[in-house]
């Protein structure tokens, strides 16, 4: 059985509550918790709009040991790739080992509303290809980089331009990185703190060039879809790893079920109203930044039903431990409960309780 880790939603929730989930979270469980990194949150009625690095520190400052990862930090315009490097190897630093990257090719809500143009999916993958060679070459060992060049060439179906693309950097003795990409380039850059430990890098995909990227580059893949709809995408990611020389087994296939917990299945349902923007058709790609337009969109077009399929609404909470085996059943290595419930200090107790032990029970056994 997998790992369960907790959710914390920054477009959803103030600063000062999310802290106090996350302090909750760990006094009863929860070791890892995974959270989001938006300009603009999906919603505009009660959003937030957190800026999530600087929340990360505070969180670890206020916690023991729990680990922190972000799902996900798209590393494709208002984010330059070193800086991001720079930032997270920082927080290391801080709070060794307790900190992962997640990337992503980001969303229009976020890029576009700090005055970018909202580019094919095909070039933000490209640009998220060169920023995570950029982030590893700041962050990794020399021989590391070495041993990569030579998984990419050994590969069977290697992709010609990922391994030109490897070619277009250089790290001389002291660390110094030298970077020429198509869309972005560094020149001499270091990292004079550096990690002090090795940042578990991932990224989130659902098309299959993404998914790809994710098995040759990265240590796993983070994904929305659920149990059912996974199988093709695992043995996409499994077999192009193989061929990259990597041993599938050693990396994550992450997943985020979402869940609203109530006695009342009405208010339950109620509160999961704030993530049906989250249903819009090919809501990834659509060129809509402003949350107001996002949320009129989302009542014209995602039917309640719709909005009911992709979250587990649920009256008791013994009743999330079938969907949750789902998950683990289907190859899931990780996942990390993303909860809308109306109350949700109390979902977090009450899962602790009684779902989260039965979990490290059968991890046990």
Same mark, same amino acid.
């Given at each position: 059985m997998g790992f369960i880790g907790?959710?914390? *939603?920054?477009? #959803?929730?103030?600063?000062? *509550?999310?802290?106090?989930?996350?302090?909750?979270?760990?006094?009863?469980?929860?070791?890892?918790?995974?959270?989001?990194d938006h300009f603009h949150p999906w919603w505009h009625d009660n959003g937030y709009g957190n800026f999530t690095w600087v929340w990360l520190t505070a969180a670890a400052e206020r916690t023991k040991n729990m680990k922190f990862v972000t799902g %996900?930090?798209?590393? %494709?315009? !208002?984010?330059?790739?070193?800086?991001?490097?720079?930032? @997270?190897?920082?927080?290391d630093v801080l709070y060794p080992g307790r900190i992962g990257l997640g990337l992503g090719t980001g969303e229009a809500m976020n890029e576009v509303s700090v005055g970018f143009n909202w580019p094919s999916s095909e070039i933000r993958l490209k640009r998220t290809i060169e920023a995570i060679q950029i982030i590893k070459k700041l962050w990794n060992k020399k021989e590391q980089?070495?041993?990569?060049?030579?998984?990419?060439?050994?590969?069977?179906?290697?992709?010609?331009?990922?391994?030109?693309?490897?070619?277009? *950097?250089?790290?001389?003795?002291?660390? @110094?990185?030298?970077?020429?990409?198509e869309y972005y380039k560094t020149k001499s850059a270091k990292l004079y703190t550096p990690p002090s430990k090795n940042i578990p890098l991932y990224l989130a995909a659902s098309g299959p060039?993404?998914?790809?990227?994710?098995? !040759?580059?990265?240590?796993?893949?983070?994904?929305?879809?659920?149990?059912?709809?996974?199988?093709?995408? @695992?043995?996409l990611f499994d077999k192009t790893a193989i061929e990259a020389n990597k041993k599938s087994q050693t990396l994550q296939k992450i997943g985020k079920p979402m869940i609203s917990y109530?006695?009342?299945?009405?208010?339950?349902?109620?509160?999961?109203?704030?993530? !049906?923007?989250?249903?819009?058709? #090919?809501?990834?790609?659509?060129?809509?930044?402003?949350? !107001?337009?996002?949320?009129?969109?989302?009542?014209?077009? %995602?039917?309640?039903?719709?909005?009911?399929?992709?979250?587990?609404?649920?009256?008791?909470?013994y009743d999330l431990i079938k969907p949750l085996e789902e998950y683990f059943n289907a190859g899931f290595t990780q996942i990390y409960l993303h909860?809308?419930?109306?109350?949700?200090?109390?979902?977090?107790?009450?899962?602790?309780?009684?779902?989260?032990?039965?979990?490290?029970?059968?991890?046990?056994k």
């Open positions: 907790y959710w914390a *939603s920054q477009e #959803q929730y103030s600063m000062h *509550s999310l802290i106090k989930f996350v302090i909750e979270a760990e006094k009863g469980g929860f070791t890892a918790t995974m959270t989001s %996900v930090t798209s590393p %494709v315009y !208002r984010y330059n790739p070193a800086i991001i490097a720079q930032a @997270f190897a920082s927080i980089q070495h041993q990569e060049k030579e998984e990419e060439e050994n590969s069977k179906e290697t992709n010609q331009k990922d391994f030109d693309l490897l070619n277009k *950097s250089d790290m001389d003795e002291e660390g @110094f990185v030298t970077f020429k990409g060039e993404t998914i790809k990227t994710a098995a !040759r580059y990265t240590d796993g893949l983070i994904t929305i879809s659920k149990p059912n709809k996974v199988k093709e995408m @695992f043995d109530s006695e009342d299945y009405d208010k339950a349902f109620k509160s999961s109203e704030f993530w !049906r923007a989250g249903q819009i058709e #090919q809501v990834f790609d659509i060129d809509v930044n402003h949350p !107001r337009a996002l949320q009129q969109k989302a009542k014209q077009e %995602v039917s309640d039903e719709k909005l009911k399929e992709s979250i587990l609404i649920v009256t008791s909470i909860s809308t419930s109306p109350d949700e200090m109390d979902f977090v107790q009450k899962f602790c309780t009684v779902v989260l032990p039965y979990f490290k029970d059968k991890n046990n």
